[in-house]
Protein backbone atom coordinates (compact mmCIF):
# COMPACT_ATOMS: atom_id res chain seq x y z
CA UNK A 1 0.00 0.00 0.00
CA UNK A 2 2.69 2.48 -1.01
CA UNK A 3 2.78 5.35 -3.30
CA UNK A 4 -0.05 6.48 -5.31
CA UNK A 5 -1.93 5.39 -8.32
CA UNK A 6 -0.36 7.85 -10.83
CA UNK A 7 3.56 7.08 -9.79
CA UNK A 8 4.13 9.52 -7.68
CA UNK A 9 5.90 9.24 -4.27
CA UNK A 10 3.58 10.43 -1.16
CA UNK A 11 4.80 12.19 1.82
CA UNK A 12 2.63 12.28 4.80
CA UNK A 13 2.61 15.35 7.72
CA UNK A 14 1.19 14.64 11.40
CA UNK A 15 0.84 18.15 12.78
CA UNK A 16 -0.19 21.16 10.56
CA UNK A 17 1.80 23.87 12.39
CA UNK A 18 5.31 25.20 12.46
CA UNK A 19 7.35 21.81 12.10
CA UNK A 20 4.79 20.06 9.83
CA UNK A 21 3.52 22.81 7.68
CA UNK A 22 7.36 24.32 6.91
CA UNK A 23 8.57 20.88 5.97
CA UNK A 24 5.30 20.15 3.66
CA UNK A 25 5.94 23.50 2.04
CA UNK A 26 9.73 22.98 1.65
CA UNK A 27 9.27 19.47 0.09
CA UNK A 28 6.99 21.21 -2.07
CA UNK A 29 9.21 23.98 -3.36
CA UNK A 30 12.14 20.98 -4.05
CA UNK A 31 9.42 18.71 -6.18
CA UNK A 32 6.18 19.34 -7.49
CA UNK A 33 3.12 17.16 -7.54
CA UNK A 34 3.56 15.12 -10.21
CA UNK A 35 6.53 13.42 -8.30
CA UNK A 36 5.22 14.22 -4.89
CA UNK A 37 2.13 13.99 -3.61
CA UNK A 38 1.68 15.68 0.12
CA UNK A 39 -1.08 14.76 2.67
CA UNK A 40 -0.97 16.43 6.04
CA UNK A 41 -3.16 16.11 8.94
CA UNK A 42 -4.34 18.50 11.61
CA UNK A 43 -6.34 17.65 14.31
CA UNK A 44 -6.99 20.95 15.40
CA UNK A 45 -8.87 24.15 13.44
CA UNK A 46 -5.95 26.08 12.69
CA UNK A 47 -2.98 25.23 10.91
CA UNK A 48 0.49 27.71 10.69
CA UNK A 49 -0.05 29.48 14.00
CA UNK A 50 2.32 31.62 16.10
CA UNK A 51 1.95 29.47 19.37
CA UNK A 52 4.47 31.86 21.08
CA UNK A 53 1.90 34.81 20.75
CA UNK A 54 -1.11 33.44 22.25
CA UNK A 55 -0.60 34.95 25.12
CA UNK A 56 -0.08 38.48 23.64
CA UNK A 57 -3.25 37.68 21.87
CA UNK A 58 -5.12 36.53 25.46
CA UNK A 59 -3.74 40.00 26.53
CA UNK A 60 -5.06 42.35 23.72
CA UNK A 61 -1.81 43.38 22.82
CA UNK A 62 -2.61 41.58 19.53
CA UNK A 63 -6.54 42.30 18.92
CA UNK A 64 -7.11 40.00 15.80
CA UNK A 65 -6.53 36.05 15.97
CA UNK A 66 -6.17 35.85 12.92
CA UNK A 67 -2.81 37.98 12.89
CA UNK A 68 -1.13 34.78 14.22
CA UNK A 69 -1.98 32.44 11.46
CA UNK A 70 1.01 32.94 8.65
CA UNK A 71 -0.65 30.67 6.50
CA UNK A 72 -4.44 29.72 6.26
CA UNK A 73 -5.24 26.10 5.13
CA UNK A 74 -6.86 27.09 2.15
CA UNK A 75 -3.49 29.19 0.84
CA UNK A 76 -1.77 25.50 1.25
CA UNK A 77 -4.07 23.96 -0.39
CA UNK A 78 -3.23 26.43 -3.46
CA UNK A 79 0.09 24.90 -3.32
CA UNK A 80 -0.73 21.95 -3.99
CA UNK A 81 -0.67 19.92 -0.57
CA UNK A 82 -3.70 18.04 0.32
CA UNK A 83 -4.42 19.22 3.96
CA UNK A 84 -6.79 17.74 6.13
CA UNK A 85 -8.01 19.63 9.00
CA UNK A 86 -9.78 18.57 11.99
CA UNK A 87 -8.02 14.40 11.68
CA UNK A 88 -6.45 13.48 14.08
CA UNK A 89 -4.10 10.56 13.31
CA UNK A 90 -4.42 7.76 16.03
CA UNK A 91 -2.03 5.16 14.97
CA UNK A 92 0.96 4.62 12.64
CA UNK A 93 1.68 1.38 11.21
CA UNK A 94 5.43 1.54 10.36
CA UNK A 95 5.71 -2.13 8.62
CA UNK A 96 2.68 -1.61 6.67
CA UNK A 97 3.53 2.39 6.04
CA UNK A 98 0.53 3.66 6.36
CA UNK A 99 -1.20 5.90 8.64
CA UNK A 100 -4.96 5.58 10.53
CA UNK A 101 -6.68 8.79 10.72
CA UNK A 102 -10.30 9.93 12.81
CA UNK A 103 -12.27 12.38 11.68
CA UNK A 104 -13.20 14.53 14.34
CA UNK A 105 -16.12 16.14 13.39
CA UNK A 106 -18.01 12.94 11.46
CA UNK A 107 -15.89 10.09 13.22
CA UNK A 108 -15.22 8.67 10.28
CA UNK A 109 -11.72 6.65 10.03
CA UNK A 110 -9.53 5.49 7.04
CA UNK A 111 -6.03 5.08 6.15
CA UNK A 112 -3.69 6.13 4.02
CA UNK A 113 -0.55 5.01 2.99
CA UNK A 114 2.90 6.47 2.49
CA UNK A 115 6.25 6.34 1.26
CA UNK A 116 8.13 9.41 3.48
CA UNK A 117 5.90 10.45 7.10
CA UNK A 118 6.59 13.28 9.01
CA UNK A 119 5.84 13.29 12.50
CA UNK A 120 5.42 17.16 14.19
CA UNK A 121 2.89 15.98 16.72
CA UNK A 122 4.11 18.82 19.21
CA UNK A 123 3.92 19.43 22.88
CA UNK A 124 1.16 18.99 25.69
CA UNK A 125 0.52 21.49 28.04
CA UNK A 126 1.18 19.41 31.59
CA UNK A 127 -1.89 18.69 33.32
CA UNK A 128 -1.28 17.88 37.13
CA UNK A 129 -2.72 14.50 38.17
CA UNK A 130 -5.14 15.76 40.74
CA UNK A 131 -8.59 16.37 41.81
CA UNK A 132 -10.23 19.18 40.18
CA UNK A 133 -7.48 19.52 37.32
CA UNK A 134 -10.30 18.99 34.54
CA UNK A 135 -12.82 20.85 35.75
CA UNK A 136 -14.46 24.09 33.64
CA UNK A 137 -12.49 27.12 34.23
CA UNK A 138 -9.29 24.88 34.32
CA UNK A 139 -7.30 25.74 30.95
CA UNK A 140 -3.50 24.69 29.42
CA UNK A 141 -2.63 27.12 26.60
CA UNK A 142 -0.44 25.51 23.70
CA UNK A 143 -2.51 26.16 20.63
CA UNK A 144 -4.89 28.49 19.12
CA UNK A 145 -7.53 26.30 20.47
CA UNK A 146 -6.63 26.71 23.87
CA UNK A 147 -6.31 30.51 23.55
CA UNK A 148 -10.03 30.77 22.08
CA UNK A 149 -11.66 28.32 25.06
CA UNK A 150 -9.79 30.40 27.66
CA UNK A 151 -11.05 33.87 25.97
CA UNK A 152 -13.66 32.30 26.27
CA UNK A 153 -14.02 31.39 29.13
CA UNK A 154 -13.26 35.33 30.58
CA UNK A 155 -15.99 36.70 28.05
CA UNK A 156 -18.74 34.35 30.19
CA UNK A 157 -17.29 34.35 34.08
CA UNK A 158 -18.12 37.62 35.95
CA UNK A 159 -15.30 37.08 38.52
CA UNK A 160 -12.23 39.10 38.43
CA UNK A 161 -9.65 36.68 40.02
CA UNK A 162 -7.43 34.42 38.73
CA UNK A 163 -4.85 32.12 39.68
CA UNK A 164 -1.59 31.08 37.52
CA UNK A 165 -0.16 27.86 38.38
CA UNK A 166 3.54 27.64 37.14
CA UNK A 167 6.17 30.47 36.38
CA UNK A 168 8.39 29.09 34.00
CA UNK A 169 7.62 31.38 30.21
CA UNK A 170 3.85 30.72 29.85
CA UNK A 171 3.11 30.99 33.11
CA UNK A 172 5.10 34.37 33.68
CA UNK A 173 3.53 35.24 30.22
CA UNK A 174 -0.22 34.48 30.91
CA UNK A 175 0.14 36.38 34.45
CA UNK A 176 0.55 39.46 32.07
CA UNK A 177 -1.99 38.69 30.30
CA UNK A 178 -4.40 38.54 32.82
CA UNK A 179 -3.01 41.44 34.89
CA UNK A 180 -3.72 43.26 31.21
CA UNK A 181 -6.93 41.70 31.01
CA UNK A 182 -8.04 43.40 34.55
CA UNK A 183 -7.95 40.34 36.69
CA UNK A 184 -6.33 39.75 40.14
CA UNK A 185 -3.53 37.48 39.34
CA UNK A 186 -2.11 35.14 41.58
CA UNK A 187 0.97 32.94 40.77
CA UNK A 188 1.25 29.66 42.64
CA UNK A 189 4.86 28.29 41.96
CA UNK A 190 6.92 25.04 43.08
CA UNK A 191 10.02 26.49 42.26
CA UNK A 192 12.13 29.21 45.23
CA UNK A 193 11.83 31.80 42.34
CA UNK A 194 9.89 31.94 39.13
CA UNK A 195 11.41 31.52 35.92
CA UNK A 196 13.41 28.33 36.82
CA UNK A 197 15.36 28.36 33.64
CA UNK A 198 17.34 31.30 34.96
CA UNK A 199 19.42 30.97 38.16
CA UNK A 200 17.50 31.78 41.88
CA UNK A 201 19.50 34.90 42.07
CA UNK A 202 17.83 36.28 38.57
CA UNK A 203 14.67 34.79 39.40
CA UNK A 204 14.36 36.84 42.04
CA UNK A 205 14.38 39.92 40.08
CA UNK A 206 11.80 38.50 38.32
CA UNK A 207 9.68 37.98 41.14
CA UNK A 208 10.36 41.63 42.40
CA UNK A 209 9.23 43.14 39.25
CA UNK A 210 5.79 40.93 39.01
CA UNK A 211 4.78 41.85 42.46
CA UNK A 212 5.50 45.32 41.54
CA UNK A 213 2.78 45.15 38.69
CA UNK A 214 0.29 44.14 41.59
CA UNK A 215 0.77 40.33 40.87
CA UNK A 216 0.76 38.03 44.16
CA UNK A 217 3.69 35.62 43.70
CA UNK A 218 3.58 32.74 46.20
CA UNK A 219 6.75 30.31 45.74
CA UNK A 220 8.07 26.81 47.32
CA UNK A 221 3.92 25.78 46.80
CA UNK A 222 2.81 22.84 45.52
CA UNK A 223 -0.52 22.76 44.34
CA UNK A 224 -2.28 19.79 45.75
CA UNK A 225 -5.87 20.02 44.81
CA UNK A 226 -8.45 22.52 42.68
CA UNK A 227 -11.39 22.79 44.64
CA UNK A 228 -14.92 22.84 43.01
CA UNK A 229 -18.16 24.68 43.24
CA UNK A 230 -21.53 23.26 43.77
CA UNK A 231 -21.75 24.11 39.40
CA UNK A 232 -18.92 21.88 39.20
CA UNK A 233 -16.90 24.73 38.02
CA UNK A 234 -13.14 25.73 39.56
CA UNK A 235 -13.38 28.15 42.50
CA UNK A 236 -10.00 27.57 44.08
CA UNK A 237 -6.43 26.29 43.72
CA UNK A 238 -5.40 24.15 46.95
CA UNK A 239 -2.08 23.62 48.19
CA UNK A 240 -0.51 22.21 51.60
CA UNK A 241 -0.89 25.33 53.61
CA UNK A 242 -3.92 27.59 52.02
CA UNK A 243 -6.83 28.05 49.14
CA UNK A 244 -6.22 30.78 46.63
CA UNK A 245 -10.21 31.71 45.14
CA UNK A 246 -9.96 31.37 41.68
CA UNK A 247 -12.46 32.62 38.63
CA UNK A 248 -10.31 30.76 36.30
CA UNK A 249 -7.18 28.89 36.30
CA UNK A 250 -4.50 28.72 33.50
CA UNK A 251 -2.03 26.10 34.36
CA UNK A 252 1.53 27.78 32.77
CA UNK A 253 3.83 24.70 34.65
CA UNK A 254 5.67 23.40 31.08
CA UNK A 255 4.70 20.75 27.71
CA UNK A 256 5.63 17.13 27.69
CA UNK A 257 6.56 16.04 23.90
CA UNK A 258 3.43 15.03 22.33
CA UNK A 259 4.90 11.14 21.56
CA UNK A 260 2.20 8.85 22.61
CA UNK A 261 1.44 7.81 19.09
CA UNK A 262 5.07 7.71 17.95
CA UNK A 263 5.80 5.45 21.00
CA UNK A 264 2.98 3.05 20.36
CA UNK A 265 4.73 2.69 17.03
CA UNK A 266 7.38 1.61 18.54
CA UNK A 267 9.55 4.19 17.71
CA UNK A 268 13.02 5.30 19.92
CA UNK A 269 12.11 7.94 22.45
CA UNK A 270 14.59 9.74 24.48
CA UNK A 271 15.12 10.67 28.57
CA UNK A 272 12.78 13.49 27.95
CA UNK A 273 9.98 11.57 26.10
CA UNK A 274 10.72 13.65 22.29
CA UNK A 275 11.40 11.30 19.81
CA UNK A 276 15.42 10.77 18.61
CA UNK A 277 16.85 11.68 15.74
CA UNK A 278 19.82 12.22 13.66
CA UNK A 279 21.39 15.31 12.17
CA UNK A 280 19.16 15.58 9.12
CA UNK A 281 16.05 15.09 11.43
CA UNK A 282 15.97 11.56 10.63
CA UNK A 283 14.41 9.20 13.67
CA UNK A 284 16.87 7.33 14.43
CA UNK A 285 16.65 3.54 12.77
CA UNK A 286 13.70 5.16 10.19
CA UNK A 287 15.02 5.60 6.92
CA UNK A 288 11.80 7.26 5.59
CA UNK A 289 10.62 8.98 8.87
CA UNK A 290 10.84 12.12 10.08
CA UNK A 291 10.25 14.08 13.13
CA UNK A 292 10.55 17.74 14.24
CA UNK A 293 9.20 20.36 16.51
CA UNK A 294 8.72 20.16 19.94
CA UNK A 295 7.27 16.30 19.96
CA UNK A 296 11.42 16.00 19.20
CA UNK A 297 14.53 15.94 21.63
CA UNK A 298 17.67 18.10 20.23
CA UNK A 299 21.19 17.67 20.97
CA UNK A 300 23.14 20.82 22.85
CA UNK A 301 25.80 22.29 21.82
CA UNK A 302 27.15 23.04 25.14
CA UNK A 303 26.40 20.07 27.71
CA UNK A 304 26.78 17.61 24.64
CA UNK A 305 23.62 15.79 25.94
CA UNK A 306 19.88 15.60 24.37
CA UNK A 307 17.20 18.11 25.85
CA UNK A 308 13.91 19.12 25.01
CA UNK A 309 13.37 22.55 23.95
CA UNK A 310 9.41 23.94 22.79
CA UNK A 311 10.27 26.56 20.69
CA UNK A 312 8.75 27.45 17.50
CA UNK A 313 12.50 28.88 16.32
CA UNK A 314 13.31 25.45 16.64
CA UNK A 315 10.48 23.91 15.09
CA UNK A 316 10.70 26.16 11.87
CA UNK A 317 14.27 25.35 11.03
CA UNK A 318 13.58 21.28 11.76
CA UNK A 319 10.44 21.73 9.52
CA UNK A 320 13.21 23.38 6.46
CA UNK A 321 15.35 20.67 7.33
CA UNK A 322 12.98 17.94 7.41
CA UNK A 323 11.02 19.20 3.85
CA UNK A 324 14.88 19.50 2.00
CA UNK A 325 15.77 16.35 2.74
CA UNK A 326 12.12 14.62 2.05
CA UNK A 327 12.32 16.59 -1.27
CA UNK A 328 15.07 15.17 -2.61
CA UNK A 329 17.98 17.67 -0.91
CA UNK A 330 20.22 17.51 1.99
CA UNK A 331 20.31 19.38 5.50
CA UNK A 332 21.02 19.07 8.73
CA UNK A 333 20.66 20.80 12.13
CA UNK A 334 23.13 20.66 14.32
CA UNK A 335 22.02 21.70 17.61
CA UNK A 336 20.86 23.95 19.80
CA UNK A 337 22.91 26.23 22.84
CA UNK A 338 19.28 26.83 24.31
CA UNK A 339 18.44 30.50 23.63
CA UNK A 340 15.30 31.83 24.93
CA UNK A 341 14.29 35.90 25.64
CA UNK A 342 10.81 36.87 27.65
CA UNK A 343 9.06 39.82 28.90
CA UNK A 344 6.89 40.81 31.60
CA UNK A 345 5.50 43.94 31.09
CA UNK A 346 8.78 46.33 30.13
CA UNK A 347 10.98 43.74 32.40
CA UNK A 348 12.88 41.61 29.52
CA UNK A 349 14.19 38.19 30.50
CA UNK A 350 16.88 36.38 28.73
CA UNK A 351 18.90 33.53 29.11
CA UNK A 352 21.14 31.10 26.77
CA UNK A 353 23.20 28.18 27.61
CA UNK A 354 23.51 26.21 30.77
CA UNK A 355 22.33 27.27 34.55
CA UNK A 356 24.69 26.66 37.45
CA UNK A 357 22.86 23.24 38.52
CA UNK A 358 23.00 22.55 34.61
CA UNK A 359 26.91 22.89 34.31
CA UNK A 360 27.39 20.53 37.78
CA UNK A 361 25.29 17.90 36.20
CA UNK A 362 27.11 17.64 33.44
CA UNK A 363 30.48 17.69 35.76
CA UNK A 364 31.65 21.54 34.64
CA UNK A 365 33.65 23.19 36.95
CA UNK A 366 32.73 26.98 36.44
CA UNK A 367 33.25 30.12 37.22
CA UNK A 368 30.22 32.88 37.42
CA UNK A 369 29.95 36.63 37.46
CA UNK A 370 27.16 39.08 38.12
CA UNK A 371 27.55 42.97 36.74
CA UNK A 372 25.20 45.52 36.83
CA UNK A 373 25.36 48.04 33.70
CA UNK A 374 22.64 50.39 31.61
CA UNK A 375 20.79 49.78 28.07
CA UNK A 376 22.78 52.76 26.93
CA UNK A 377 25.01 55.51 27.62
CA UNK A 378 24.42 56.65 31.48
CA UNK A 379 24.04 60.21 30.68
CA UNK A 380 21.86 59.59 27.41
CA UNK A 381 18.07 59.55 28.49
CA UNK A 382 16.40 56.59 28.81
CA UNK A 383 19.13 54.54 29.57
CA UNK A 384 17.93 51.87 31.74
CA UNK A 385 19.46 49.55 34.08
CA UNK A 386 20.52 45.34 33.51
CA UNK A 387 21.70 42.89 35.07
CA UNK A 388 23.94 39.98 33.78
CA UNK A 389 24.96 36.94 35.14
CA UNK A 390 27.86 34.86 33.10
CA UNK A 391 29.45 31.71 33.30
CA UNK A 392 32.64 30.55 31.98
CA UNK A 393 34.34 26.91 32.60
CA UNK A 394 37.17 26.88 34.88
CA UNK A 395 40.17 26.78 33.41
CA UNK A 396 39.39 26.77 29.58
CA UNK A 397 37.31 30.19 29.87
CA UNK A 398 34.90 28.96 27.42
CA UNK A 399 31.37 30.93 28.00
CA UNK A 400 28.68 28.41 29.34
CA UNK A 401 25.68 30.71 29.58
CA UNK A 402 24.44 34.06 30.01
CA UNK A 403 21.50 35.53 31.93
CA UNK A 404 19.93 38.74 31.28
CA UNK A 405 16.92 40.84 32.86
CA UNK A 406 16.64 44.32 32.49
CA UNK A 407 14.19 46.78 30.69
CA UNK A 408 14.14 48.24 27.05
CA UNK A 409 17.43 47.25 25.53
CA UNK A 410 18.09 44.08 27.53
CA UNK A 411 16.30 41.01 26.29
CA UNK A 412 17.85 40.81 22.63
CA UNK A 413 21.52 41.28 23.67
CA UNK A 414 21.97 37.31 24.65
CA UNK A 415 21.74 37.19 21.07
CA UNK A 416 26.01 38.10 21.69
CA UNK A 417 26.35 35.35 23.74
CA UNK A 418 24.30 32.84 21.91
CA UNK A 419 26.75 33.65 18.70
CA UNK A 420 29.36 33.28 21.30
CA UNK A 421 28.13 29.91 22.35
CA UNK A 422 27.68 28.62 19.06
CA UNK A 423 31.35 29.69 18.24
CA UNK A 424 32.97 27.86 21.48
CA UNK A 425 34.32 31.15 22.00
CA UNK A 426 36.13 32.18 25.25
CA UNK A 427 35.38 34.84 28.08
CA UNK A 428 38.64 36.32 27.20
CA UNK A 429 37.91 36.38 22.90
CA UNK A 430 34.35 37.62 23.68
CA UNK A 431 36.01 41.00 25.11
CA UNK A 432 37.83 41.62 22.01
CA UNK A 433 34.06 41.65 19.80
CA UNK A 434 33.80 44.63 17.49
CA UNK A 435 30.19 45.61 18.96
CA UNK A 436 27.91 48.38 17.44
CA UNK A 437 28.46 51.74 19.54
CA UNK A 438 26.65 55.22 20.23
CA UNK A 439 25.32 56.54 23.54
CA UNK A 440 21.95 56.03 22.05
CA UNK A 441 22.08 52.02 22.46
CA UNK A 442 24.92 51.09 24.31
CA UNK A 443 27.88 52.30 26.78
CA UNK A 444 30.85 52.41 25.65
CA UNK A 445 31.56 49.09 26.98
CA UNK A 446 28.45 46.66 26.48
CA UNK A 447 26.85 44.90 29.69
CA UNK A 448 27.54 41.61 27.68
CA UNK A 449 31.50 42.45 26.97
CA UNK A 450 31.91 43.97 30.74
CA UNK A 451 30.39 40.38 32.50
CA UNK A 452 33.07 38.90 29.89
CA UNK A 453 35.65 40.82 31.23
CA UNK A 454 34.87 40.40 34.76
CA UNK A 455 34.73 36.30 34.04
CA UNK A 456 37.78 36.39 31.83
CA UNK A 457 39.97 38.14 35.22
CA UNK A 458 37.82 35.55 37.24
CA UNK A 459 39.18 32.80 35.27
CA UNK A 460 42.57 34.33 35.15
CA UNK A 461 42.54 34.52 38.82
CA UNK A 462 41.24 31.19 39.34
CA UNK A 463 43.98 29.31 37.23
CA UNK A 464 46.68 30.93 38.44
Request: glycine letters at 12%; a negative charge.
Amino acid sequence: MSGTSRGAERLVVIGGDAAGMSAASQARRLKGPDELEIVAFERGHFTSYSACGIPYWVGGEVSDRDQLIARTAEEHRARDIDLRMRTEVTEIDVAGGRVRAHDVDSGAESWTSYDKLVIATGARPIRPDLPGADAPGVHGVQTLDDGQALLDTLARTRGRRAVVVGAGYIGVEMAEALINRGYEVTVVNRGSEPMSTLDPDMGRLVHEAMEGLGITMVNDAEVTKLLTGQDGRVRAVGTQDAEYPADVVVLGIGVRPDTALAEAAGLPLGAHRGLLTDLAMRVRGHENIWAGGDCVEVLDLVSGQERHIALGTHANKHGQVIGTNAGGGYATFPGVVGTAVSKVCDLEIARTGLREKDARRVGLQFETVTIESTSRAGYYPGASPMTVKMLAERRTGRLLGVQIVGREGAGKRVDIAAVALTAGMTVDRMTSLDLGYAPPFSPVWDPVLVAARKAAKAVQENTL
